[in-house]
């Protein structure tokens, strides 16, 4: 009888296991359902380079695999990809735009010495950097309206994160006041002339513009590496902690990545998974935030030696708590960044200006002054240097 017993017991084990492994690479199909054995051969070539489909980079990436730092030139490698790549700033130094905001001398030094980004390379090879300084946005259509949020998310990253370039990657230069304001008062900004794709490496119409940024923000980290951010988010430290990982993104809430603040080695496995999710993309059935929260998040618990996960530095308040952006203050002490979610905002309620946030007792407010400032406490009243451009 117990040899019986333990008969069954060994068989019950045997068939559990069949079946974890049965059910893990059907889950695994579904998600990746065409590319098989082939998952990590190859990745498409960058939107808009008119080099084919396909750009068998196996070898690239793999003899670099290890050794990847900040030796790889990213402004060489969008330019030797073809891509027409033209300065937007018009300033010498964040010193002299510190200056222009009439910031006090205190100011200046407090934000000189405060969270740097740029490095010596004895300190990068130390701390084992992989992730490149730079900071990549996506940028597509005609009609988009640069904002004061905009702006503050570009001032954010030239004083946080202090990137050795910003590239807006798109098939428009962005205009308009606070534009303007940017550009004269941020360094390193270069605009990537890219032709984004309309259709999914499938050959699906993509459902929503968003969908389009999805896959060119993955497409650009891959290829290049870097830091991913979408316009409205507030950079709060700098990212040096993060750059030791090979990809990172922050949990928004329970079963859902954020794609909105995303940092990758060039060639990162996890941002090949990303992207081979599109081969499977449903057209006019695709939900939206299906491949880039949901499936990504799955993805991440499939293959958790592959990314690193911030749980609430990164996109904690989420879409469905921005009454602690607007409304309260919540510590963000903690955070590198903070994710504003701006479009879930009524448009009438949204700020325009410093003038709006002056004295907003909020963590909004608090960012904002900080930002432009140096300090989150509340101003009384504004130099003309630093007013709204269509106020001043």
């Not at 910031?103 to 090879?125: K, M, P, Y």
């Not at 009609?143 to 370039?165: A, D, H, K, M």
Request: proline share 5%; hydrophobic share 35%.
């Amino acid at each position: 009888m117990q040899h019986l017993a333990k008969a069954i017991f060994l068989t019950l084990i045997a068939l559990t296991v069949f079946l974890c492994t049965f059910l893990g690479n059907e889950f695994r199909q579904r998600l990746l359902p065409n590319r098989g054995q082939t998952l990590f051969k190859f990745i498409y070539a960058p939107s808009g380079s008119g080099k084919g489909a396909y750009l068998d980079l196996t070898e690239e990436f793999e003899h670099e695999a290890d050794n990847i730092t900040e030796s790889f030139n990213v402004f060489r490698a969008i330019q030797q990809d073809g891509y027409l790549l033209t300065p937007m700033s018009v300033i010498e130094s964040a010193h002299d735009r510190l200056q222009m905001d009439g910031a006090t001398e205190d100011e200046v030094i407090r934000n000189n010495a405060d969270h740097l980004g740029h490095r010596s390379s004895a300190e990068i090879q130390s701390q084992n950097l992989k992730v490149p300084n730079v900071v990549h946005y996506v940028y597509t259509g005609s009609g988009l309206q640069f904002t004061f949020v905009n702006y503050l998310s570009y001032r954010s990253v030239g004083r946080y994160i202090r990137p050795e370039q910003i590239f807006v990657h798109g098939d428009h230069v962005p205009t308009g006041p606070w534009w303007d304001r940017t550009v004269r008062e941020v360094t390193d900004i270069y605009h990537v002339r890219t032709i984004p794709s309309k259709t999914a490496p499938n050959g699906k119409t993509y459902r929503f513009p968003a969908h389009v940024s999805d896959f060119m923000r993955t497409e650009i980290l891959l290829r290049y590496g870097g830091i991913y951010l979408d316009p409205d988010v507030l950079v709060v430290k700098s990212f040096t902690p993060l750059r030791q990982y090979s990809a990172v993104m922050g949990l928004e809430a329970p079963g859902r990545l954020c794609n909105g603040i995303m940092l990758g080695v060039r060639g990162a496995p996890f941002l090949r998974l990303l992207l081979e999710q599109y081969h499977s993309y449903k057209g006019e059935e695709e939900g939206w935030a299906e491949k880039s929260v949901e499936n990504t998040h799955k993805l991440a618990e499939l293959y958790p030696h592959l990314i690193h996960v911030e749980e609430k530095s990164l996109d904690r308040p989420s879409w469905s708590e921005t009454d602690l952006l607007f409304k309260q203050v919540y510590n963000w002490s903690q955070n590198y960044a903070v994710h504003l979610f701006i479009r879930l905002w009524p448009r009438e309620k949204r700020p325009n200006g410093p003038e709006d946030v002056l004295t907003a007792r909020t963590m909004f407010g608090q960012l904002a002054r900080r930002i432009m400032f140096g300090s989150s406490e509340v101003k009384s009243n504004l130099s003309q240097t630093i007013r709204s451009p269509n106020r001043a």
